[in-house]
């Protein structure tokens, strides 16, 4: 809405007892990110736009997943759980601040779009004083149900007030409200608490604005939009509907994928050009796969970096700080962790690399192992441009192999290869007296052979 602030408040003290955790609701997550950061992420974000979280006593973790995903956000505590409008007036003194619209939100809402928070705001701007986001909903028990005159709402009836004709409405109150930021302050400040539970409830404001003369409206959106999460059961369901969203918006950006039902994205997965995944594959946060890049199935791959037209998979796992250069190749049951692959690199089958770095087209045979742990602390091997590693190879780190150097088969590294040598370690042999030794041979050799498979 140009030329309109707006202050957005997004209400997060819940306790969500239903879900049968220890951790608050709203960090549960939906395509690996929190059901609040889903929320802050929707919520406006320009200039002029200011941002509260209100959020429950002790919820430290909360407080630093809002501020996580929107540093700019200012966090307010509803020291008491005495209803929706007394945890707005938690944020009094944001809204003291002044701004031409006020949006409440709710930090369990994840499927919740931009555009709807825009869409709300449309009629503020020609004069209402209050926008209601509402849902046709397939089974609208248990919903407060939206009383509407012409264009106007006249009421929020919940249903245990509502009559006959009332619980027949299918037209439900979202939660989700915009107030006309010149009044908001002073409708919630007269909502009272004449109720069973003694509760200060957001959904009187309807009438107030009613008493003042004053206008409100409905704003409709999806059911599956306003999916609130209280159970496992929900968490579930709206992974399903995020889920179908960011394999659309995949498909539409020309990801191909062979079945994308099988597909699970996170939602800040980002795809380059004529990019391929096969079925079963699990991308998890942080994750950029480049122009050309496949994946084949059944891989697991998080906090990565895919170059343009790298290969990687099947039965692939790459953990958080892998990033393979253009067209490198990690294969079957190949896993990979803090890892820098640079173009050219195959690692093909039955390996394990981690804390480490291969220089371009270097070849890891299959069964090589960077052993980076020493039962203290993780330590990082170092493979040159070019090298070749043989099969079944342990490289103990901190360890060099240097630029165009070859292992041979079977070896266990312990100490730094120069470039273009040849090693082969073994250990232990045991020779005629039954003791052990190690056998050790290091030489200058000619070009390393072409990296195989």
């Known amino acids: 809405m140009p030329g309109r602030t707006v202050l957005t408040i997004v209400l997060a003290a819940g306790e969500g007892t239903r879900m049968r955790s220890a951790k608050p609701k709203v960090l549960h997550p939906v395509a690996n990110q929190s059901l609040l950061a889903h929320v802050l992420a929707a919520a406006p974000g320009a200039n002029t736009a200011a941002l509260a979280v209100v959020i429950g006593p002790d919820h430290h973790a909360v407080a630093e997943e809002a501020k996580r995903a929107r540093p ?19 944020a009094r003194d944001a809204l003291a601040r002044g701004a031409d619209d006020l949006l409440i939100a709710f930090g369990d809402t994840p499927l919740i779009s931009a555009q709807t928070f825009d869409r709300l705001r449309v009629p503020l701007s020609n004069g209402a004083a209050l926008a209601v986001l509402g849902f046709h909903a397939a089974d609208p028990s248990g919903y407060g149900r939206l009383i509407v005159e012409g264009d106007r709402l006249v009421a929020i009836r919940e249903q245990a007030d509502a009559d006959a004709a009332e619980r027949a409405i299918t037209l439900c109150n979202a939660g989700v409200m915009a107030f006309d930021g010149r009044t908001a302050l002073s409708i919630i400040e007269k909502i009272g608490n004449a109720n069973s539970k003694r509760e200060y409830y957001l959904t009187d404001a309807v009438g107030i604005v009613r008493d003042m003369g004053l206008e409100a409206v409905v704003i409709e959106t999806s059911e599956d ?8 059961t929900q968490l579930a369901e709206a992974e ?24 699970y994205l996170a939602a800040d997965t980002t795809f380059g050009k004529e990019v391929t995944i096969e079925p079963f594959v699990v991308i998890g946060p942080g994750v950029s796969i480049a122009d050309g890049a496949i994946i084949h199935s059944f891989s697991h791959i998080v906090q990565s970096s895919i170059g343009k037209n790298a290969l990687v998979g099947p039965f692939a796992r790459l953990r958080p700080g892998t990033s393979l250069g253009e067209g490198a190749k990690i294969g079957n049951f190949v896993e990979a962790k803090a890892a820098t692959l640079e173009p050219g ?6 390996s394990y690399v981690g804390d480490a770095h291969i220089g371009a ?14 039962g203290f602390g993780k330590n990082k091997t170092e493979i040159g441009e070019g090298a070749f590693v043989g099969t079944n190879s342990s490289l103990v780190a901190p360890v060099k192999i240097g630029k165009g150097a070859y292992i041979g088969s079977g070896s266990v590294i312990t100490r730094d290869v120069p470039d273009d040598a040849m090693a082969v ?14 056998y050790r041979e290091i030489k200058t050799r000619g070009k390393a052979p072409k990296s195989g498979n």
């Open 72 to 90: 700019d956000a200012t966090i307010f505590v509803q020291k008491e759980r005495m209803g929706t409008a007394h945890a707005v007036l938690a």
């Open 225 to 232: 939009e306003v999916r609130g999460i209280n159970t496992k």
């Open 240 to 263: 399903q509907v995020m889920q179908a969203r960011l394999r659309k918006a995949a498909l539409d950006a020309g990801v191909t994928m062979v079945a994308p039902e099988t597909v």
């Open 345 to 350: 690199v195959k690692v093909n089958h039955l």
């Open 361 to 374: 087209n270097a070849n890891i045979g299959a069964g090589t192992i960077t052993c980076n742990y020493d």
């Open 425 to 438: 370690e073994r250990s232990p042999q045991t020779n005629r007296e039954g003791g052990a030794k190690r």
